[in-house]
């Protein structure tokens, strides 16, 4: 009878065990899919270039190109919804919420490289050129029980100069 229960005991310990490695590995995908669709999404911004202010040798974004851009990028690449919600039966199961984007452009009167920091979302980081940033976040999916993590993933694109 104490075998039976011992065995009753680890295999229950071993499940637990199995439900919190597969949430953790949830996690970590979530993290690193976010982080890949944003990647993409910042680097479509920043193709959005004012062409009158490029030939005169200024990086100056189209900011309404651009955010068209990164929606655009993010349905794609990240399978949303046109209110960044995931579409069935896709790896996401909740909103994709974009914080906050900013463009640090040629206009925008810096020297350049630059301590870009945002106390808000605890980024603190060194641009070279002119960029934009862009802060967004997910809850991780669950299959299991337990609590959904809040996966937050700021991102960075920009024309480096030296």
Not at 51 to 61: A, C, N, P, S, T
Request: proline share 3%.
């Amino acid at each position: 009878m104490s075998s039976l229960l011992r065995g009753l005991a680890l295999v229950t310990m071993w499940a637990g065990i199995m439900v919190m490695q597969f949430n953790f590995d949830l996690d970590m995908s979530t993290t690193r899919k976010l982080k890949n669709g944003l990647e993409l999404a910042v680097h479509d911004a920043a193709l959005a270039l004012n062409q009158q202010e490029l030939g005169q040798g200024r990086i100056v974004f189209d900011q309404a190109t651009a955010f068209d851009n990164i929606n655009k990028s993010l349905q794609d690449n990240l399978q949303l919804d046109g209110l960044h919600k995931p579409l069935p039966n896709t790896f996401f199961h909740n909103q994709v919420r974009v914080l906050h984007v900013e463009f640090i452009d040629d206009y925008s009167g810096v020297e350049f490289p630059m301590n870009y920091s945002n106390s808000t979302f605890n980024v603190l980081e060194t641009i070279h050129g002119p960029g934009i940033i862009i802060i967004a976040e997910t809850e991780s999916p669950r299959f299991f029980r337990g609590d959904s993590m809040k996966i937050r993933q700021a991102v960075v694109y920009e024309y480096y100069r030296r």
